[in-house]
């Protein structure tokens, strides 16, 4: 950030007789209505989500729209992300994803998601890791490779998908996974690490108590 000193010469005048003129005390009110103004608006929208659609989203899920973030992005036709999404490198999705809040896709070794998933709340899909680098002492180069993503696939919430892995169409991902190797089309996986349940199943297992 500048501090000043590159501005034209009159220009520093200027600001300095502004502020000079206009006083402490007005430039801080000034401050202070605009953050009134800013959080009343904020106040605003959050009342309007939460008698709409029964929800709490952050402030810049307020103030932006999920499918202009995913177009701008180029993905595909009737994809959403929201503004909490961490989108690192070359990252392509496809056509009416849902990507939730708080999910990292990270493209630096290219990720590719296919049409219609659902990348639920906190997943983090990566294509690059520091392991060797670090336990190397900065020796090892980073290691990246591409990760992808086929159609019609549900990646349950926390799950953690490493670098490198392909995950075939028609694919169920359990809650909090750790998916390190790839998945065959067809396949419900879930655990720590990611292990089949049976081809085509129709739904997750439940857990007894």
């Known amino acids: 950030m500048s501090n000043g000193k590159d501005y034209p010469a009159q220009i520093q005048v200027a600001r300095k007789t502004t502020a000079k003129s206009l006083g402490p005390k ?7 209505e605009l953050l009134d103004a800013i959080r009343e608006v904020i ?3 959050d009342r309007e989500k939460r008698e709409t659609h029964r929800r709490r989203v952050s402030v810049g899920d307020l103030l932006t729209d999920r499918w202009q973030i995913a177009r701008a992005y180029g993905f595909g036709e009737g994809t959403s992300c929201y503004d909490s999404v961490l989108i690192l490198g070359n990252v392509v999705a496809g ?3 849902w990507i939730g809040p708080n999910v990292i896709l990270d493209g630096l070794g290219d990720l590719s998601i296919g049409d219609c998933v659902d990348v ?3 997943v983090q899909i990566y294509t690059h890791d520091t392991v060797k680098r670090v336990r190397s002492g900065g020796t090892e180069p980073v290691e990246y490779a591409p990760t ?7 990646i349950g919430p926390q799950s953690v998908i490493q670098r490198g892995v392909t995950i ?3 694919v169920t991902i359990g809650a909090m996974s750790f998916v390190n190797r790839d998945v065959p089309g067809g396949t419900t996986v879930w655990g720590i690490p990611a292990r089949a ?3 085509r199943a129709s739904s997750l ?3 007894k108590t």
């Open 197 to 199: 349940s049976s081809p």
């Open 168 to 170: 075939g169409d028609d």
């Open 26 to 32: 007005f430039l801080k009110k000034s401050e202070t």
């Open 205 to 207: 297992p439940t857990v």
């Open 120 to 122: 639920s709340a906190g």
């Open 148 to 154: 992808r993503i086929g159609s019609r696939v549900y």
């Open 43 to 45: 106040a605003k929208l």
């Open 95 to 97: 056509r009416n994803c």
